[in-house]
Each structure stands twice: as structure tokens, then as C-alpha cells.
């Protein structure tokens, strides 16, 4: 294992990750409404980031905070290091949104108009918007010993009312609070008419702030002040108390909205009084506290750009193709695995492909047997209906529904559910390890015999994410292959030992090894006099042991390219320790989510893709699936779209610093850029 000292915080870099993105926001060579877009995926990210690893983070200052984590500092050093970061990029982003991008906005014709701004027309058809879409769902919360402070959801948009006066049954309070439904949007549009042909809008907030009063008749309203608190997000379930996941998921989500608050945001115009009172009933710190210049939700802004019809303002539209042999015989697509496997590779080449494999299995006469597994898959599946379809035509149809997919939980159990009640298999996996692998087997019978055609991918199998995530997948009939996934769902659904695979490696039993003994094999290349490489593309970069062998193989000669997106705990090109290692990040229009591994090998070299990052979780505490990629051409392609093309951009591209920070790549000339995802949109546009 490394010494904590050759580690970096994860926290930190995950971070930093978010400082790449707020860059794209600050890029004017990005079009302006994506702009905003990346704006507001800094703020998702911050959401999640303070539900999950903030939390994670006082849990172990309350339980071991004498304990030091891997990079050494303990618990409370972590927080105060980022706290004093998230506070730099909260407000670095407020200061973006404010001085850059409303003014680059307005200057296209797209205004936010403040209430000091509204003209009369504007106030009496925002007047007559409140009285009509708002006023009659808000309940107003008077503060008194028969309305204590009300038990308020995570993330949602509240207003704490200063009030003066007396009410009709003579109670008086000097607070009330109101929480906006989630079903109002945050930004309201105004008629055209109204904002001089201009795409007009005006914030929730503003329209709250200005109308407030008529929520408590006969009493004066002194302040308005909106906020927001987010809470620990994580699902607990007791495995010693657990009598069905199900139902025992069912009721954390239902509590999951109200888990202990973890951060505060306020405005820059809430008084003091305010702030402490609200801090005192979240039971938080002034540490916890975060002040903002604008709107406390920035992500709800997202909408804007969907209600602004304005294409030159964003990303041109970009058609994913087929594969030409898919697409000459798209109704014969297990006839075409027979011969050759395809690779896929998303969103370049569509999604659609392998919805079109699951919906001709669900209606073809030859299919015997469907088996899937479903981590993540959106609430509107092409995927799951086939799969719905094929068990009400007698398929045995086998899904292994991971119910614990955060944040994704609720769909997948009302996806179970409809499953069970066609007659669907349906399995949760392996309590206390999350099925991440995603794979699907189609059993057909041909000539009397049964043959098998699997899918085995990097990403899940969601169609909405298909589209902005960079993922690979693999449609093969190779036998080995299709055995071993025949296997592991056999091992997922039943019981019994691990059995030895032909081609595949799994988590949590051979990945891990098979990463270190292939490293160690690169190694032994350079000690015989030849050489090593070692190439690998994922996510996240975070478990110590793959960590120090890599510093190992560095150390004895072997080049190391490691593309990694976002976390990063391995300090690159420090002399003795990781002097042949290099680290990028590739931040652009697409999110980078394939993984990737390559082996040099002497020549004879050897490509992987896996649902695995190179991540604790992913290898002890997860299912997950590692596919050699057989067909040379196939590996070609592999190797040039994912690795080759990452390590030449100079256009998206980040590269990591020993110390954790980050230097954005250039090209020489704007004649010499290589931009990675625009150069594969170009090749694989229809």
C-alpha cells in the first residue's frame, strides 16, 4: 500500500473536477446557453457532492475522528480544506453568473428581470401569474408552540418571513415559513409581448419576494429571505434486520429527504438574526453555511436553455449513425452477431442498436430466454417494456434489478414491481455488493440447438444518458463470452461458489488481480531489456493497491497513460516515485464514462473495457465485468477512439499535476487542435 503521503485527498479532487467544469462555463469558445448548462451541472455536482461525501465526511469526524484517512490528514483537516474550496467555487460561480454570463444573456435578447426592473405590464401579468398558478398551492407556516419549525425536504426552495402584527385569532409571530412545491419552476417565462420580443424571465423568488405579504393578511411583512438546505442522502439498510430489500428501500426513501441537514444556503441578504435562527434549527455550524449573490438553486436554471429557441447558442445538433452492417440489416441483427462481433460506441454510434436487439428478442419466436441486468435505466425504458412484453409472450425473462443505484432507487423499484406482476424473474442481486456490471443475454433456438448473443457494456443501459455519456459496448455471439455471462447470472440469481470463466474477469473476485498481474507482467517486459506500456481510461482513480503498483511500474520502467475524468488520488511525475506516469482529463461537450484498459505486452498486446473504475467499491464491494476485446479491428478501434485520441487532445484536455491541480491543454495553432469528441461526432455523424 502507498504511503499517505504519495496520496491525495478524494474529496479534493473531486473538487477540482468541478473546477474543470466551471471552466467550460467560463469558455467563451463554448456557446453561450451551454454555458449556462455547465454552470448548473457545477451546482448538481455540489448537491451531490455535500449528500454523499460531506456526509460521509462528519460521519467519520463523529465516529473516528482521530482516525487519519489514506492521505493522511484526519477527518476535521478535510473538511476545512473543503469547505475553503467549495465557498471559492460557489463563489466564483455566482461571481460568473453575474458578471459574465447574464450580461453575455441579455446581450442576445436573453433577460432576467429583477423586480426593480419590472415595467407595469410586467408587474400586473406577474401579479395575476401568483394569484393564479402560486397563491393557491403555498402553505404559509406561522412559527408558534402550535406550528413548530416544520420538517423541511432536502433541497427544496424555502422562504423564512419576518413578520410584525397579530392574525385573525390574535397569535403573534415573528416568523413563518414557506416552502416552494417542487413542482413549480424556478424561472417563469414572460409573454413575448411583455419583454419587447426578448425571451424574458423572471425568478420564482422574485415573484415569491414581491407577493409574499398576501400570504398574511393584516400583517407586516419585514423580510423575505430564501434558502435551501441539503441533506445526508445516503440509504442505510440493516442486513441483520432485513427481511425484504424492497420494502425496506421503499421506506429509506422515504425518509431519505429528511437526513440530517449538512449545508445552509442562504442569500448575501438574509440578516444575521435570520441566519442564526436557521442554523440553530438545522443544528449547524456557521461552517456550514453558504452565502450566495443570486438564486440559492442555480441547477433549476438548466430549464432556460430548453425554453430558449435560440440554435446558435448551443451545441450543433449532432445524428449518431449505425453500423453499417446493423443498419443494412437492422431486422437481422442475430444473424449479423453471428458473424462478426460490433462495437458500439456512444453517443457517436446510437443506443438505439441495442434497444433494437432486446425488442427483437421480446418478439422473436426463436428467443427462449432474455437475462438482464438494470442499474440504471431512466423512468420512460424502450428497454424494460421489451423486456415487459417478452415475459407476456412467454419469455423466461431474468432481470437483476440493483435496487440500490443512488439516487436511482425509486425507478428501479417501480420497474421491479411492474416486472414481478408479468411474470418476470426478478432479482436484487447480491445483498452487500451493488450489481454495477452491465450485460444481457438473448437464448435463442436455432437448428435445435440453443445459441447464445450477449451485450456487455461500460455504461447502464439509459437511453437519456446514452446520448451525452461516452460509453463502448460489445454485441457479440462469441460462445466463451456468452457462457461466462450465462455464468455470472447464474451466480447473481442463485447460489453457490465462484466458478472459473473463459474470457471474462469479475469484481469482486478476478478483476483486481488480473489489473496487478498484468501491470506486474509489463514490468517484467522492461526487466527482460523490452518494454512496457500500460494505457486505461475510467472515472475515478482512488484504491491504494492499484495505486502502488502502478507506482511500481513506473519506478521500473514502465510508460503509464492514464485518462481519468474526474477523482484522481495518485500524484503523477514525482521524481523516483511516478516519474514515467501521466495523468489527463478529458472535460467537454460529452461526459467521459467508458473504461478502458490496455496492456502493451510485448506486441502482443491486450484490450479490456469494464463497468468497473479503479475504485475500492468497484472491486471488493461491487459486481462488475471486464471483456477482452477479441476482433483485431475491433481493438484498433478501441485503442484510437478512447486512449489515442484522449492522450493527443490539446482542446479539452486537463493534465494533472503532481500536487492535484490541473493545466488545461492547448494546441500550438488553431490549425493543429485535436478535439477528441468533436473529431468522432465528425467521423460517425450521419
Not at 453561450?32 to 455540489?46: A, H, Q, Y
Not at 463563489?91 to 460568473?96: R, V
Amino acid at each position: 500500500m502507498p504511503q499517505a503521503a504519495n496520496l491525495l485527498c478524494r474529496e479534493m479532487s473531486l473538487l477540482a473536477f468541478n473546477r474543470r467544469v466551471l471552466a467550460q462555463a467560463n469558455d467563451e469558445r463554448v456557446p453561450l446557453l451551454e454555458r449556462l448548462k455547465f454552470l448548473c451541472i457545477v451546482s448538481s455536482n455540489l448537491d451531490e457532492f455535500f449528500e454523499v461525501r460531506m456526509a460521509w465526511l462528519k460521519q467519520q469526524q463523529k465516529i473516528n475522528g482521530h482516525l487519519p484517512l489514506p492521505n493522511g490528514e484526519l477527518p476535521q483537516q478535510v473538511i476545512h480544506n473543503v469547505i475553503a474550496e467549495t465557498r471559492a467555487i460557489v463563489q466564483e460561480q455566482y461571481q460568473m453568473f453575474n458578471q459574465k454570463l447574464v450580461p453575455a444573456l441579455q446581450q442576445q435578447g436573453i433577460r432576467f428581470y429583477r423586480r426593480r426592473e419590472w415595467s407595469k405590464e410586467q408587474t400586473a401579468w406577474i401579479e395575476q401569474y401568483f394569484h393564479r398558478e402560486l397563491k393557491p398551492i403555498l402553505t404559509p407556516i406561522g412559527l408558534d408552540p402550535s406550528h413548530p419549525f416544520p420538517r423541511l425536504m432536502n433541497k427544496s426552495l424555502n422562504f423564512a418571513v419576518e413578520l410584525d402584527g397579530k392574525d385573525a385569532f390574535g397569535r403573534e409571530s415573528g416568523m413563518a415559513i414557506v416552502q416552494a412545491p417542487r413542482i413549480l419552476p424556478r424561472v417563469v417565462k414572460l409573454p413575448s409581448h411583455l419583454s419587447e420580443g426578448e425571451d424574458g424571465f423572471v425568478f420564482l423568488s422574485s415573484i415569491m419576494h414581491a407577493h409574499i405579504d398576501t400570504l398574511f393578511s393584516g400583517m407586516e411583512v419585514k423580510g423575505c429571505h430564501q434558502f435551501r438546505v441539503t441533506r445526508d442522502s445516503d440509504l442505510t439498510v440493516d442486513e441483520e434486520d432485513l427481511k425484504n430489500l424492497r420494502t425496506a428501500i421503499q421506506g429509506e426513501l422515504r425518509d431519505r429527504q429528511f437526513g440530517e441537514a449538512v449545508r445552509l444556503e442562504i442569500t448575501n441578504t438574509c440578516p444575521a438574526h435570520v441566519v442564526d435562527f436557521l442554523l440553530e434549527q438545522f443544528q449547524l455550524s456557521e461552517d456550514a453555511m453558504y452565502v450566495v449573490n443570486g438564486p440559492v438553486n442555480l441547477v433549476r436554471l438548466m430549464a432556460v436553455t430548453d425554453m430558449v429557441d435560440k440554435p446558435e447558442l448551443k451545441f450543433n445538433i449532432f445524428r449518431p449513425s449505425i453500423p453499417k452492417k446493423l443498419r443494412q440489416h437492422r431486422e437481422k441483427i442475430f444473424e449479423t452477431l453471428a458473424e462478426r462481433d460490433v462495437l458500439l460506441h456512444h453517443p457517436y454510434q446510437s443506443f438505439q442498436s441495442v434497444v433494437d436487439l432486446v425488442k427483437q428478442a421480446a418478439k422473436d419466436p426463436a428467443v427462449v430466454a432474455i437475462k438482464m441486468t438494470i442499474y440504471r435505466t431512466g423512468n420512460n425504458s424502450d428497454l424494460v417494456k421489451a423486456l415487459l412484453q417478452a415475459a407476456l409472450l412467454g419469455k423466461q425473462v431474468t432481470v437483476v434489478m440493483e435496487l440500490m443505484a443512488r439516487f436511482d432507487e425509486e425507478t428501479n423499484v417501480n420497474w421491479a414491481s411492474q416486472l414481478e406482476q408479468v411474470g418476470a424473474h426478478v432479482v436484487y442481486g447480491v445483498f452487500g455488493y451493488k450489481v454495477h456490471a452491465k450485460m444481457a443475454l438473448v437464448i435463442r433456438r436455432e437448428n435445435g440447438i440453443l445459441k447464445s448473443y450477449a451485450h456487455l457494456g461500460t455504461g447502464n443501459y439509459h437511453q437519456g444518458t446514452s446520448r451525452l455519456y461516452t460509453d463502448l459496448g460489445l454485441l457479440t455471439a462469441n460462445e466463451p463470452i456468452c457462457q461466462d455471462v450465462n455464468q455470472l447470472f447464474m451466480e447473481i440469481t442463485g447460489l453457490g461458489q465462484p466458478s472459473h470463466l473463459n474470457k471474462l474477469f469479475q469484481s469482486p473476485f478476478t478483476l483486481h488481480p488480473m489489473l496487478l498481474d498484468k501491470i506486474e507482467r509489463e514490468m517484467a517486459h522492461v526487466q527482460a531489456g523490452g518494454q512496457g506500456h500500460v494505457m486505461a481510461k475510467m472515472n475515478s482513480l482512488v484504491e491504494p493497491s492499484i495505486i502502488q503498483k502502478l507506482y511500481d511500474a513506473s519506478q521500473a520502467g514502465v510508460k503509464i497513460d492514464l485518462i481519468v475524468r474526474g477523482m484522481c488520488v495518485l500524484k503523477p511525475g514525482v521524481a523516483g516515485l511516478s516519474d514515467n506516469i501521466r495523468v489527463r482529463s478529458i472535460v467537454g461537450r460529452l461526459l467521459e464514462h467508458s473504461r478502458v484498459f490496455y496492456f502493451g505486452n510485448a506486441g502482443k498486446s491486450e484490450v479490456f473495457i469494464s463497468s468497473a473504475d479503479w475504485m475500492g467499491r468497484n472491486f471488493f464491494r461491487r459486481i462488475e465485468t471486464c471483456v477482452p476485446v477479441l476482433d483485431p479491428q475491433l481493438k484498433q478501434r478501441v485503442i484510437r477512439e478512447t486512449l489515442t485520441l484522449a492522450l493527443e487532445d490539446n482542446a479539452k484536455a486537463w493534465d494533472m499535476q503532481a500536487d492535484g491541480s490541473y493545466i488545461r491543454a492547448y494546441p500550438d495553432s488553431p490549425e493543429k487542435e485535436t478535439n477528441l469528441q468533436e473529431i468522432l461526432m465528425r467521423e460517425f455523424s450521419l
